[in-house]
């Protein structure tokens, strides 16, 4: 026969056991509808363990969703800054002095993490480039990763090469879903370091 303090013991355990197993029904209810349960702390700053779920906007299961899709971009309206040079021996114009080139007037579009982009080189000359964009972090509000590529036009400028190869870190930022800014630092066909910005619109 069970004696009484036997039976106050008892009772915690069979207590914690009906929170556990009420826990447990719970958690797999909210896991099934992708809820989260809540443990709080009471006023009294003892555990308040509720079964009740809470609905939660999960926002990396949505960034992962939308990654999974087809997104095709348009990417347009390049600038650029030149950061340790600002002109250029013009070896069409006697060897002139000439600023180099930051308003790129670029025009592309891009298909997942794949792009091709026409834009006004440095030196005004047209150029082709077409690179992967490869994203190393995402969020809903900023992506950062590296452009790995090739550049095409720089064959009659003072670079004299006909083809470059493409190698930028870039931060994405995304005010709104179907707009962002895209921040790209990269060595120009001169050594020159240059800073490009472009705007992106996503279907």
């Known amino acids: 026969m069970i004696q009484e303090g036997e039976n106050l013991k008892l009772q915690p355990i069979l207590f914690l056991l009906f929170l556990l197993l009420s826990s447990a029904t719970a958690a797999e209810q909210c896991a099934t509808k992708k809820e989260a349960m809540s443990m709080e702390y009471a006023e009294d700053d003892s555990l308040d363990i509720t079964t009740s779920c809470v609905e939660k906007e999960d926002e990396v299961y949505e960034l992962q ?3 999974a899709e087809t997104n095709i971009s348009v990417i347009f ?4 800054k030149h950061l340790n040079a600002s002109t250029y021996k013009d070896n069409k114009n006697n ?5 180099f ?3 790129n007037l670029a025009l592309g579009i891009a298909y997942n993490n794949w792009s091709v982009l026409y834009a006004k080189l440095s030196y005004y000359n047209d150029g082709l480039a077409g690179y992967y964009t490869y994203k190393t972090y ?3 509000k900023f992506d950062f990763g590296f452009r790995v ?3 095409f036009g720089y064959e009659d400028t003072p670079a004299d090469l006909p083809v470059l190869p493409l190698f930028s870190p870039v931060i994405e930022y995304k005010p709104i879903e179907e707009i962002s800014f895209e921040s790209a630092a990269i060595i ?3 050594g020159a370091f ?3 910005l472009n705007a992106k619109y996503s279907f």
């Open 65 to 67: 969703k939308k990654q």
């Open 77 to 80: 309206g390049a600038l650029s």
């Open 95 to 99: 060897d002139q002095r000439r600023k």
């Open 101 to 103: 080139n930051e308003n």
């Open 138 to 140: 995402r969020s809903p």
């Open 149 to 151: 590529g090739l550049v």
């Open 188 to 190: 120009g066909g001169n």
């Open 194 to 196: 240059v800073l490009m």
